[in-house]
């Protein structure tokens, strides 16, 4: 934050700045809070790059959850929600106990709320612990619409489930834990019904359906998760399968390093001895004086093709080094190419680490995803989430959400998923599942993701090897999208029908014509 911009807030405390760095100072417990706690910094500010295209997908728009968005006005109509569910949590209360005594509670926590927040908070400790305290409150009734033992879904309630999963609107899970134990008096029973509430939730907005037996079948490791959006991201992205697919890409990678290195160098000195420049100019200089001779105009178009191609995609390679990696797409084809090309496209129970290609098959395998009116905001704030949480290794979910943005990119597109099972369409229409598709922004930083860089080459290697592809994009390169080539052929056509039309006036082709039909 910069000190221009602090100067321009009127309700900045610097007293108040200046005793909390202080106190951070002096504190010598302080310095491995995050190891300590077990939750490093998880709140984040949505990267600028992101909120241009879509800024309505990570701003609440209904209600305000932590610090964040916590004095925006036009927010404050859902406070009166927020204190009705925080004196209905009052009157749940056993024995003496009052609400301001968990709220007192909540307050000796207040260094570790602020290590999970990225921003720094601009409110002292007891406005922080009661709005933890009002909010956790709110969350926990809302959550328990999706528990086991709950009323089920209301209508309206999109709209909130929505600012739910912002990841600027989150608060920690921790909070949550602390307020059904204080309810409950139980630790056990508060973990498990807080558990019921969680994946009662991930269920209602997930896209993928949720494999339980992964890792959200232990309470405890469930309950160390950030927020709600993280505890999201760990159901889809599994943090042990991230684990084991990093393992075993090292390990494939290490075991082929030599292999590949030996097999470069050899097919490295056969490519400096075929296209050596010795070699490219003799070849050229052959080309060009057979071209001369007459009737060898095709043999000039060959040297041309030849060598003009080369300079332009040398011209093309120097013009891609200077474009940033992040305005490139994914070089897939799309779900109606492929089709045509003879892939088959199958569902896969794995959720997004099966997906793999086939190649003796030619069967394309995807998990099921679901698409509702939550669903962009959904991935929108799993996307940014990974990109800002650098634990969360390779951004796989990210480029899971690139290879769909590749594959769909019209309306039969998107058709051809939903006929397959691929695509739940809750939408209005398969337009809409493409729009949504292709409006996905990229990730704010690069990563490589093996698994499915593997099966983008895969796809593309089986798709390029086919004949018809091959014919085709020959035909585009060298004859439709060649004006020279186009030149030379309508120049053959026309010396054909000149050549065709000298014949006739001289033999005369009508009279023979009639001649012909008069002794039929």
């Not at 399968?241 to 075991?255: F, H, I, Q, R, Y």
């Not at 979910?397 to 594959?407: C, H, S, V, W």
Request: glycine share 4%; aromatic share 10%.
């Amino acid at each position: 934050m910069s000190s221009s911009h602090l100067c321009q807030n009127p309700n900045f405390d610097e007293q108040r700045w200046i005793i909390h760095i202080r106190r951070a100072l002096d504190d010598d417990g302080d310095e491995d809070l995050d190891q300590e706690s077990g939750i490093p910094v998880s709140i984040f500010n949505v990267p600028k790059t992101l909120t241009l295209t879509s800024p309505e997908s990570y701003t609440p728009q209904q209600v305000s959850l932590g610090p964040y968005h916590h004095w925006r006005p036009d927010l404050y109509e859902m406070e009166k929600f927020k204190i009705s569910a925080a004196k209905r949590s009052q009157r749940q209360l056993v024995g003496s106990r009052k609400f301001h005594n968990f709220v007192d509670h909540l307050a000796k926590f207040e260094i570790k709320f602020r290590s999970c927040y990225h921003k720094y908070l601009n409110f002292n400790g007891e406005t922080l612990a009661w709005m933890m305290a009002v909010d956790s409150c709110f969350l926990i009734e809302f959550l328990q619409m999706f528990s086991a033992a709950g009323e089920g879904r209301k209508s309206g309630c999109d709209a909130v489930l929505r600012d739910m999963v912002m990841l600027e609107n989150q608060i920690p899970l921790f909070t949550l834990r602390k307020m059904v134990e204080f309810q409950l008096g139980s630790v056990d029973r508060a973990d498990d019904l807080l558990y019921t509430m969680l994946m009662g939730f991930c269920n209602e907005v997930s896209p993928f359906k949720i494999n339980q037996k992964s890792m959200l079948n232990n309470v405890s490791r469930v309950l160390k998760c950030a927020h709600l959006l993280d505890f999201l991201y760990r159901s889809i992205v599994p943090k042990s399968e991230v684990l084991t697919e990093t393992a075993l890409d090292a390990e494939k990678e290490g075991v082929s390093e030599c292999e590949k290195i030996s097999f470069r160098k050899i097919m490295s000195s056969i490519k400096r001895l075929v296209i050596s420049k010795p070699v490219k100019f003799l070849l050229m200089i052959s080309l060009k004086i057979v071209s001369v001779l007459p009737g060898m105009i095709v043999v000039k178009q060959i040297e041309y093709l030849c060598f003009s191609r080369e300079r332009e995609e040398t011209n093309t390679e120097n013009k891609n080094s200077n474009k940033h990696p992040l305005m490139e797409e994914i070089a897939i084809p799309s779900v109606t190419d492929l089709s045509m090309a003879g892939v088959k496209f199958s569902v896969t129970n794995e959720g997004i680490f099966g997906i793999s290609f086939d190649k003796k098959t030619a069967t394309f395998n995807l998990p099921t995803v679901r698409l509702d009116v939550n669903t962009e905001v959904v991935m929108r704030n799993l996307v940014a989430y990974e990109a800002c949480n650098h634990e969360s290794g390779p951004l796989i979910f990210a480029r899971y959400t690139e290879l769909m943005n590749g594959i769909i990119d019209t309306e039969e597109d998107a058709k051809l998923m939903r006929e397959q099972g691929i695509v739940l369409n809750h939408l209005k229409s398969d337009e809409d599942v493409a729009n949504l598709w292709n409006g996905m922004s990229k990730s704010i930083r690069l990563t490589k993701v093996p698994f499915l860089d593997e099966v983008i080459e895969g796809v593309n290697s089986y798709y390029e090897g086919r004949w018809r592809v091959r014919i085709g994009k020959l035909l585009k390169r060298h004859i439709f999208g060649s004006w020279q080539s186009m030149t030379f052929l309508a120049a053959i056509l026309l010396l054909f029908f000149m050549s065709l039309q000298a014949f006739c006036s001289m033999f005369s082709c009508a009279r023979l014509l009639f001649h012909r039909k008069t002794m039929n």
